[in-house]
T-cell receptor, first 114, second 114 residues
Framework: AQSVTQLGSHVSVSEGALVLLRCNYS??????LFWYVQYPNQGLQLLLK??????LVKGINGFEAEFKKSETSFHLTKPSAHMSDAAEYFC????????????FGKGTRLSVIA | KAGVTQTPRYLIKTRGQQVTLSCSPI?????VSWYQQTPGQGLQFLFE???????NKGNFPGRFSGRQFSNSRSEMNVSTLELGDSALYLC?????????????FGSGTRLTVV
């Protein structure tokens, strides 16, 4: 069974500072990994995905994530936080066989302080 | 290109009633998945449909059911509503099974059971 653990339910950064949101996965088969963002009263928007190509994945809005198999991690980063980045971020995992649905982490709420 | 459309956006029901939620996927998307989002449990998988066939079902009681029509539109039904069914119900569509290329989510239906 697959699972993801997001370390820190709430992260607070200053505007312009580095954003680092942590995600560790557990999977018995090569995983596909995703980061989604959710703004208040909205659905989830796909930020980026890892599907066994390049280990450094670039997404929208300046975010990127690196797949590290040895650490079973897929942390999300952004060099400089903007106020508009304040939202809830979810890491998700599926296997690459097409036989399992996405399993989401509990989410990390990002606050950006002016 | 129109996104995933969920109707209604908000719904208030009384315990014991039943409710039907609707989801229209992006044109050409044949996979539709449903998730329940609550503050306590996070995002939990309900079921996934691909080409009118239920591919998988999450760990929810039989009161939760769904279906997909030939035009890929999907409905989910909850019978005998309980207070604990209050949640944001999210629908997501993908061109492939289980969204290995990433799901596109709708804005959700906020169900309140009183």
């Amino acid at each position: 069974a697959q699972s993801v653990t997001q370390l820190g339910s709430h992260v607070s950064v200053s505007e312009g500072a580095l954003v680092l949101l942590r995600c560790n996965y557990s999977s018995s088969v090569p995983p596909y990994l995703f980061w989604y963002v959710q703004y208040p009263n909205q659905g989830l928007q796909l930020l980026l995905k890892y599907t066994s190509a390049a280990t450094l994945v670039k997404g929208i809005n300046g975010f990127e994530a690196e797949f590290k198999k040895s650490e079973t991690s897929f942390h999300l980063t952004k060099p400089s936080a903007h106020m508009s980045d304040a939202a809830e971020y979810f890491c998700a995992v599926s296997d690459n066989s097409g036989n399992t649905p996405l399993v989401f982490g509990k989410g990390t709420r990002l606050s950006v302080i002016a | 290109k129109a996104g995933v459309t969920q109707t209604p956006r908000y719904l208030i029901k009384t315990r014991g009633q039943q409710v039907t939620l609707s989801c229209s996927p992006i044109s050409g998307h044949r996979s539709v998945s449903w998730y329940q989002q609550t503050p306590g449990q996070g995002l939990q998988f309900l079921f996934e449909y691909f080409s009118e066939t239920q591919r998988n079902k999450g760990n929810f009681p039989g009161r939760f059911s769904g279906r997909q029509f030939s035009n890929s539109r999907s409905e989910m039904n909850v019978s005998t509503l309980e207070l604990g069914d209050s949640a944001l119900y999210l629908c997501a569509s993908s061109p492939a099974e289980y969204g290995v290329y990433g799901y596109t989510f709708g804005s959700g239906t906020r169900l309140t059971v009183v």
